[in-house]
């Protein structure tokens, strides 16, 4: 390995992504030969990586196998590996790992549920949560408040939010009555608490929302919640093809529901 930027290198060992490394050197807790790292800094062969403190085996973690876990989240967990509120974390659920590090790939909001994909390989996060490949996460919502047909067709043309336009890609109606009403919607990109804020903008409230989908992702019947199934090589091509991505590198023969160990 020659020079490479050291959020690269770290994400493909799967220490984490690379949005999380570049957190970590603003934040000051990443050294180098007992350096404080800079933003775009290169890392050469045989370098000493620290995470506070803690010894990173760069070469070691890049043989980490690449793995997948589909969690199934409830509502009050928070997608953090330390809440200074105290709050169950997801990642006190997921199984150990003896090499490298669960990385999230995006976020689901304290009061969101649903399917929450981690995985070890920091360059498949980063390509899935990237906007060009346009992953679609598909959501049952609850709303509470009059929906009428004009509406769902602005939610479908587009409408402008403070960070840009959005838009849902599809809307399925879904059961419930009066001003309770069931959904499935779709959108293609992962911005910050989307889905509420595109219901929010017609004026009605999002009063439960589960993510059920993430690409070609769904989480098998049997998962209980607060568990994590494991894709299998094969269960795992579709979602690798998504974002341009080879196989190698995937160990597990079957598929399992797996717990904390």
Not at 14 to 32: A, F, K, N, P, Y
Not at 99 to 111: E, S
Not at 133 to 148: K, M, P
Request: net charge positive.
């Amino acid at each position: 390995m020659g020079a490479e930027r050291i959020q690269k290198v770290l994400a493909r060992a799967g220490v984490g992504s690379r949005r999380q490394v570049e957190g970590w050197i603003r934040d000051r807790r990443l050294t180098v030969n007992g350096r404080t790292v800079q933003l775009g800094q290169r890392l050469e062969p045989g370098d000493a990586v620290r995470l506070d403190g803690r010894e990173l085996r760069v070469d070691a973690a890049a043989s980490v196998p690449r793995r997948v876990l589909l969690y199934r989240k409830p509502a009050g967990q928070v997608v953090t590996r330390r809440d200074p509120q105290r709050r169950d974390t997801v990642f006190r659920h997921l199984p150990r790992l003896k090499q490298g590090r669960w990385i999230p790939v995006g976020r689901l909001d304290v009061n969101t549920s649903g399917l929450l994909l981690f995985t070890t390989d920091g360059e498949l996060a980063k390509r899935l949560m990237h906007p060009s490949y346009r992953i679609e996460r598909e959501y049952a919502v609850r709303v509470y408040g009059e929906v009428v047909p004009d509406m769902l067709e602005r939610l479908r043309a587009g409408v402008d939010l403070e960070d840009g336009p959005a838009r849902f890609e599809r809307i399925d109606p879904a059961g419930g009555e009066h001003r309770n009403q069931w959904f499935h919607v779709v959108v293609s990109e992962g911005r910050t608490r989307l889905v509420r804020r595109l219901w929010a903008s017609q004026g009605v409230t999002v009063s439960r929302l589960i993510r059920v989908r993430f690409g070609v992702c769904v989480i098998p019947t049997g998962t209980k919640v607060g568990r994590a199934y494991e894709l299998t090589a094969e269960e795992m091509t579709p979602l690798l093809r998504l974002v341009g991505l080879g196989a190698s590198g995937a160990k597990s023969k079957r598929g399992r529901i797996s717990r904390r160990r």
